[in-house]
């Protein structure tokens, strides 16, 4: 995620990140130009067509269109950001979730810290490699009854982690150390596990529908190539930046919400799930140490 200081205008403005949607539609820009340029010679210089009423009516058709897209364009975008949020707020309840189990634990069983120390973060990074499609064993720390190594992507790593936990808590249960109303008490935290990585694949598994973002791409398309027609004689050949810039505004609002949609990549403006769990993994020893 992009960590930046909002109030610094100057360095918004005028420098180009490597998220800058400006850099991924640099050649559509160019392209856009180039074509905008050719329709307002031929229509000037080869056809010499007048500013009749039929282009004078072509300018109001877009005008309209102009209000109808941009209605499209806030929907997708607070949608996007819906998710986005979303995925954040769940995120904040597993930090929540784990430290929360990491004091109970602190308190019923102090013996078993250094188990829960290890575990408790390990399913947090679980997790978010999980949402990823990958697999770091480097990341995870190994317990007795906890191999890294022996899990791939293909396996539901996070699952497999609240089942180790699980079991070592009814272990515990059993050896006396936990009465069965402090199992239950412990329970409710790790089902807040299983719940966070379940709504996280719920947005990540349901993206927007196909037929939406198509209908939307092809609107932007078809709006801006019809530009030049209905502007050229108002503006001239200022019509080719004019018409540049709309493009540029239009699509990079589609790129965005792309982009937020799915907040657990590793995208510039996806959430820092990494920098998130290295947060439970220092929260949660400072709690067990």
């Not at 990958?134 to 990341?139: A, C």
């Not at 199992?183 to 719940?195: G, I, V």
């Not at 001239?236 to 493009?247: M, N």
């Amino acid at each position: 995620m992009v960590k930046y200081n909002p109030r610094d205008w100057f360095l918004l403005i005028f420098k180009f990140h490597k998220a800058d949607t400006f850099r991924t539609l640099f050649p559509l820009i160019i392209s856009i130009g180039l074509y905008s340029g050719l329709v307002a010679w031929l229509e000037m210089e080869v056809w010499k067509l007048s500013d009749t009423s039929h282009v004078k009516n072509l300018s109001l058709i877009h005008s309209a269109l102009g209000m109808v897209i941009s209605m499209l364009l806030v929907f997708r975008t607070n949608t996007a950001y819906e998710r986005w949020w979303e995925g954040r707020k769940i995120w904040g309840s597993l930090v929540n979730s784990s430290r929360n189990l990491a004091m109970k634990i602190r308190s019923l069983v102090p013996s078993e810290s250094q188990y829960f120390a290890a575990m408790i973060p390990n399913y947090a990074f679980a997790m978010k490699n999980h949402l990823r499609g990958e697999h770091y064993k480097t990341e995870l720390e190994e317990t007795v009854d906890f191999n890294p190594a022996e899990y791939t992507v293909a396996d539901h790593v996070p699952n497999k982690i609240a089942l180790r936990l699980m079991e070592r808590m009814e272990q515990l249960r059993k050896e006396g150390k936990l009465l069965p109303e402090h199992l239950l008490f412990l329970q409710a935290e790790l089902n807040n596990f299983t719940d966070a990585v379940g709504a996280c694949e719920r947005i990540r598994k349901t993206p927007i529908p196909f037929s939406y973002s198509v209908f939307l791409k092809k609107f932007i398309f078809l709006y801006v190539m019809t530009l030049p027609f209905g502007f050229v004689f108002s503006l001239g050949y200022w019509v080719i930046p004019v018409v540049s810039i709309i493009f540029y505004v239009l699509a990079s609002l589609e790129l965005i919400a792309e982009e937020i949609e799915d907040p657990f990549g590793s995208d510039a403006n996806d959430l820092p799930t990494e920098e998130i769990a290295l947060g439970i993994r220092v929260s949660i020893r400072q709690l067990l140490d």
